[in-house]
């Protein structure tokens, strides 16, 4: 994938959703915020912060839903020979899996990987991956 860009100003991010009425996030998505033209101040102001804010919210979304896509093969082949490793649950940032013991050394780095290499960025996406049978008892 190409490397993401973004406006770091956010008045031009401002001026570009007033111009085109929506403003690009770091993947290409275009996201259309209509409350800068609202009348009402309040509104109107709200939908300027939505405006600077978007890029950032819709672009780790954007990096979290292509890391998921490119997780399902490595899952599909693990449960083709018979072994347990699913996705269970999303929140945020943050994927919650289930993977069989006896597998674990092999199954963590392939997932950390392909999500650490999903976009390039001018930082580093760094992944951090903890180990538990619960959420109470996840060490890293």
């Known amino acids: 994938m190409a490397p993401c860009s973004t406006t770091t100003n956010a008045n031009d991010?401002?001026?570009?959703?007033?111009?085109h009425n929506h403003i690009l996030s770091q993947l290409p998505v275009s996201l259309g915020i209509p409350e800068v033209y609202s009348s009402h101040f309040w509104i109107r102001e709200s939908g300027l912060r939505e405006a600077v804010n978007a890029p950032i919210q819709s672009g780790a979304q954007g990096i979290i839903k292509e890391a998921m896509g490119q997780l399902i093969p490595i899952y599909r082949v693990w449960s083709a020979l018979g072994y347990i490793v699913r996705p269970l649950l999303q929140i945020h940032d943050e994927l919650l899996w289930e993977v069989e013991d006896?597998?674990?050394d092999a199954v963590i780095?392939?997932?950390k990987h392909t999500m650490e290499d999903v976009v390039e960025l001018s930082v580093p996406v760094k992944?951090?991956?903890?180990?538990?049978?619960?959420?109470?008892?996840m060490d890293e």
């Open 127 to 137: 992944v951090n991956v903890k180990v538990g049978l619960n959420w109470n008892q």
């Open 13 to 19: 991010i401002q001026k570009t959703n007033l111009f």
């Open 109 to 111: 780095p392939m997932l």
């Open 102 to 104: 006896c597998i674990l």
